[in-house]
C-alpha cells in the first residue's frame, strides 16, 4: 500500500493547540459520558468542509475489559462513531444540515487498515463531500494512529426528528 492521501496532512496538527475542548464539543454533540468519543478538535478548513480531532484512548475504556480480554482492541464501531460524531460537530457548527440532531444515515467502503489500543491518541478527520440541506450529508473519514491510517471510508449522516421523537416518547 502506498502513501495514503490524508484529508489533512496529520503531521500539521498541533495536539497542545486544540481549538475547540469538549464543553465546545458538547455545545454541538448530544453524547454524554462513555458514548464521548472526541476528546479536542485540532483543526477546521471551513473552505474545504474539512475538519480533525483526537481521541486521547485510556485503561479505563467501557470496552476494554471485553474486547478482546488480554488484546484489547478497540472495536471498529467505535472508530466509527468517533467519526460520525466529528461529522455532526462541523454540521451542526456550521448549521449545514439545518436539523437540530444528525443520525447515522449509512456507511460505505469502509475498511480497517490497522488497530487502535488504550494509550493510543487516535486521530479522526473528515471531509463533507456533499451537503443537502435538510436531507443528508455524506463525509470521507479517516483515522489516523502515529501517522499511519488505520480506518477509512464514506458516512452519511441525517436528520433526526428530534420533536417527533420527543412527542412520541412523552405519549409512552
Same mark, same amino acid.
Given at each position: 500500500?502506498?502513501?495514503?492521501?490524508?484529508?489533512? $496532512?496529520?503531521?500539521?496538527?498541533?495536539?497542545? =493547540?486544540?481549538? =475547540?475542548?469538549?464543553?465546545?464539543?458538547?455545545?454541538?454533540?448530544?453524547?454524554?459520558?462513555?458514548?464521548?468519543?472526541?476528546?479536542?478538535? *485540532?483543526?477546521?478548513?471551513?473552505?474545504?468542509?474539512?475538519?480533525?480531532?483526537?481521541?486521547?484512548?485510556?485503561?479505563?475504556?467501557?470496552? !476494554?475489559? %471485553?474486547?478482546?480480554?488480554?488484546?484489547?482492541?478497540?472495536?471498529?464501531?467505535?472508530? *466509527?462513531?468517533?467519526?460520525?460524531?466529528? =461529522?455532526?460537530?462541523?454540521?451542526?457548527?456550521? $448549521?449545514? *444540515?439545518?436539523?437540530?440532531?444528525?443520525?447515522? %444515515?449509512?456507511?460505505?467502503?469502509?475498511?480497517?487498515?490497522?488497530?487502535?489500543?488504550? %494509550? $493510543?491518541? *487516535?486521530?479522526?478527520?473528515?471531509?463533507?463531500?456533499?451537503?443537502?440541506?435538510?436531507?443528508?450529508?455524506?463525509?470521507?473519514?479517516? %483515522? !489516523?494512529?502515529?501517522?499511519?491510517?488505520?480506518?477509512?471510508?464514506?458516512?452519511?449522516?441525517?436528520?433526526?426528528?428530534?420533536?417527533?421523537?420527543?412527542?412520541?416518547?412523552?405519549?409512552?
Amino acid at each position: 500500500m502506498g502513501t495514503p492521501e490524508f484529508i489533512i $496532512d496529520p503531521a500539521t496538527l498541533d495536539f497542545d =493547540a486544540p481549538i =475547540a475542548g469538549i464543553e465546545d464539543i458538547r455545545k454541538y454533540n448530544p453524547q454524554r459520558y462513555e458514548m464521548e468519543q472526541l476528546s479536542a478538535i *485540532l483543526c477546521e478548513r471551513r473552505e474545504e468542509q474539512a475538519c480533525a480531532a483526537y481521541r486521547l484512548l485510556s485503561e479505563d475504556e467501557f470496552w !476494554v475489559r %471485553g474486547h478482546m480480554p488480554g488484546m484489547p482492541l478497540m472495536p471498529g464501531v467505535m472508530i *466509527l462513531e468517533a467519526s460520525a460524531q466529528l =461529522a455532526s460537530y462541523f454540521t451542526q457548527k456550521y $448549521d449545514l *444540515l439545518g436539523a437540530a440532531m444528525v443520525g447515522f %444515515g449509512g456507511l460505505d467502503d469502509v475498511r480497517f487498515r490497522g488497530v487502535v489500543t488504550p %494509550g $493510543d491518541r *487516535l486521530v479522526v478527520m473528515v471531509r463533507l463531500d456533499r451537503v443537502r440541506r435538510g436531507r443528508m450529508i455524506v463525509a470521507s473519514f479517516q %483515522g !489516523v494512529v502515529e501517522g499511519q491510517l488505520i480506518a477509512e471510508g464514506v458516512l452519511r449522516g441525517i436528520p433526526i426528528p428530534v420533536e417527533a421523537l420527543n412527542a412520541q416518547m412523552s405519549e409512552s
